[in-house]
RNA sequence: GGGGUCGUAGUUAAGCCUGGUUAUAACGCCGGCCUGUCACGCCGGAGGCCGCGAGUUCAAUUCUCGUCGACCCCGCCA
């Protein structure tokens, strides 16, 4: 498949009479030598002898040297001494194959240059804040001139492969039978999930808009309307914590289907990643289909719902080591209900201070302690393995298959609260003794999440992935085991990252109100909430199931950067804040006051 | 809400632990020289509220506290 963008970049495209230039920088070849072309771009470094004055001449498909000669023309050659870095020129000149010796091999032109005839100033450009050839640029200067920031190649290089993911996603579900909708922006605060951004209503007094978490509800309703297959690359807000992967406005691929169920939905969208993994990577993905786990399996070998499968350091259960154990803190916490688990680091040389580090790190993740054995040719070492048995000791040799020069690491506490604790260990681990094969790409669908989970802080069960989700079984006979009912729901991780998940609906108002019911969400409570959702569900609502993408980090993930910021034209900052426009700013107090809004100060 | 790292010429950093001379370097900038450079080179020069505020001290870029901002993480968030 070919994409018309790349076509921009032949001249035939050009319309005549309204573009300065007849040529792209980047595009000549010795193929043109003799040509005499009109270019137009910026001055991207400047090299001056004096007697012969040579820049590279910018635009947005690459650079190619200029040479002023006074040989050419005396006075293209005086002038050319005032030219400065950025200054913005239209020249016009004949491509001659370069001298030998000179060509420059690093350069797509590097086997001609330009000699410069003529040219013009279109603009000039004072001395920039920051060198636009310079790496390491604190990134609060880069977002204070975002525009400058984006001008160096490697920026541009990122957004013109952003443009491309658009074309591809539009494309790929084009030709899958999707319609592309927008849904509103301005719309209903949701109390479920994430804080929402609010918006004031004038013509309402006291009233607010929400901006939408994501297009959730209305992709439901348009199923409803029969459109049967939706897809939106949509805008979403949430005002929470930021973090290197996460924005308060970000964009999604969302998707919506009808008269599915999971593998329509997950096969359909594998292949809208294919196809975005190809088009950014220029490879096709290790495995396809892609492999599946389940949640628990997840939880319990990786002590994670997004493992990164790229290095193997999995975890075990030595609970059953221990049931009758006389050593102290496992016996306790055997006791009360929790487990003990590990993971064996092989083939590392670790000294006492490596193993008091990891002792640190993971106090730092939140354990209470990390217990460390050493297996030597005398047997494990380790500060509490007085306190073991031989029958653990030999046990433990056995289950987990250490060898001399191995390192145990086991933690015990509270079963989900150690799976997650051992999770984060793990990754601490593989980054820290370099575990993980950062060339390998790991596509991994984990499926059968639980559809609730219990909220320390609400005190009460809390739907994992939406309160729309289908349960993977109709709930018949329930017997009050929350965490036992699966969710028809799905998630797609790469390389440990989260990329998008989605779910199966209910469809059928009894069993929407069943969820509400284990959510303990009153009738009322539910019709004020979601009325229009439920009212819409008794009036023929197809089986009807989506997904969502985060496309930004999907970009970041696909083009191996590892901040968010970095596909965002124009991100914010950790605080929220955009360093270019000064955005959030107090507004008039004339607005305020059309708002009928007055603000408390503590 | 909590933990951590950072803030010094336009930029990127050193100096700070161990307080005291004119605050150092590279790149950039300005001037001069240079006809084969491509991170051009050579000579000369300018450029600092050491984030901001308080405290300790004879003396603070340096120590202490606060504050503002940037980044990373936990909580939070799909």
Request: charge should be negative; charged fraction near 30%.
């Given at each position: 498949m070919t994409y018309q963008w790349f076509t921009i970049y032949n001249s035939t495209l050009f319309l005549k009479g309204l573009n300065v230039r007849d040529t792209y920088c980047g595009t000549i070849r010795k193929e043109d030598v003799d040509k005499t072309v009109t270019l137009a771009g910026w001055v991207f470094r400047r090299r001056d002898h004096g007697g012969l004055i040579f820049a590279d001449l910018r635009d947005v498909t690459g650079l190619v040297q200029i040479v002023f000669s006074p040989e050419i023309s005396k006075e293209a050659h005086e002038r050319a001494g005032d030219i400065r870095s950025e200054y913005v020129l239209k020249v016009t000149g004949k491509v001659l194959r370069r001298p030998d010796e000179t060509e420059n091999p690093n350069l797509p032109t590097g086997q001609i240059e330009v000699y410069v005839s003529s040219f013009e100033v279109l603009n000039t450009c004072k001395?920039?804040?920051?060198?636009?050839?310079?790496?390491?640029?604190n990134e609060a200067t880069r977002l204070r001139y975002r525009y400058l920031d984006m001008r160096r190649p490697d920026m541009q290089k990122i957004f013109i492969e952003r443009s491309k993911a658009y074309a591809v996603t539009r494309d790929y579900l084009l030709s899958k039978g999707f319609y592309e909708f927008e849904t509103p922006l301005l719309t209903k605060s949701t109390p479920e999930g994430a804080r929402d951004f609010v918006v004031p209503s004038r013509l309402n007094t006291g009233m607010f808009y929400a901006l939408p978490q994501s297009p959730q509800l209305f992709k439901q309703l348009l199923m409803m309307s029969g459109f049967e297959r939706y897809f939106q690359i949509a805008r979403c807000f949430r005002d929470e914590d930021l973090r290197?992967?996460?924005?308060?406005e970000f964009t999604q691929i969302d998707i919506e289907m009808s008269f599915v169920g999971r593998e329509d939905v997950m096969s359909v969208n594998e292949g809208l990643i294919i196809a975005l993994y190809e088009a950014l990577k220029g490879k096709k993905p290790p495995e396809v289909p892609f492999p599946r786990m389940t949640f628990a399996e997840a939880m319990e070998k990786y002590g994670s719902d997004k493992p990164d499968l790229r290095f193997d350091l999995t975890i075990t259960d030595l609970t059953s080591i221990f049931?009758?154990?006389?050593f102290g803190v496992f016996k306790k916490t055997i006791e009360s209900g929790g487990l003990v688990k590990a993971i064996v680091l092989k083939g590392k040389t670790l000294s006492r201070k490596d193993l008091d580090v990891s002792v640190d790190m993971a106090k730092e993740l939140g354990a209470g302690g990390l217990i460390w054995m050493r297996k030597d040719a005398e047997g494990l070492q380790s500060?509490?393995?007085?306190?073991?048995s031989d029958e653990e000791k030999s046990q433990m040799i056995s289950l987990l298959g250490v060898e001399a020069g191995d390192v145990i690491f086991i933690m015990s506490d509270k079963p989900g609260r150690v799976s997650d604790l051992m999770g984060r260990f793990r990754l601490y681990i593989g980054e820290k003794y370099d575990l993980i094969d950062k060339s390998l790409d790991k596509f991994l669908w984990i499926i059968d999440f639980p559809l609730l989970e219990y909220s320390e802080e609400e005190k009460r069960y809390v739907a994992r992935h939406h309160p729309f989700t289908s349960p993977k079984e109709k709930l018949v006979g329930f017997d009050g085991n929350y965490d036992a009912i699966l969710a028809n729901a799905y998630d797609l991780v790469f390389n440990g990252v989260e990329l998008g998940g989605g779910s199966i609906r209910n469809h059928r108002t009894e069993d929407q109100a069943e969820m509400f019911r284990l959510l303990n969400i009153k009738d009322e409570e539910a019709s004020d909430k979601f009325g229009f959702l439920l009212e819409a569900l008794e009036m023929g609502a197809p089986p009807h199931g989506g997904i969502a993408f985060g496309f930004d980090r999907i970009l970041m993930m696909f083009l191996g950067l590892s901040s968010i910021r970095d596909v965002i034209a124009f991100p914010k900052t950790?605080?929220?804040?955009?360093?270019?426009?000064?955005?959030p700013s107090r507004v008039a107090p004339r607005q305020l006051t059309e708002l009928k809004i007055r603000t408390m100060t503590d």
């Open positions: 001395v920039l804040p920051f060198q636009l050839d310079d790496e390491e640029i290197a992967d996460r924005q308060p049931l009758k154990t006389e500060p509490i393995v007085k306190f073991l950790q605080k929220g804040s955009c360093l270019l426009t000064g955005a």
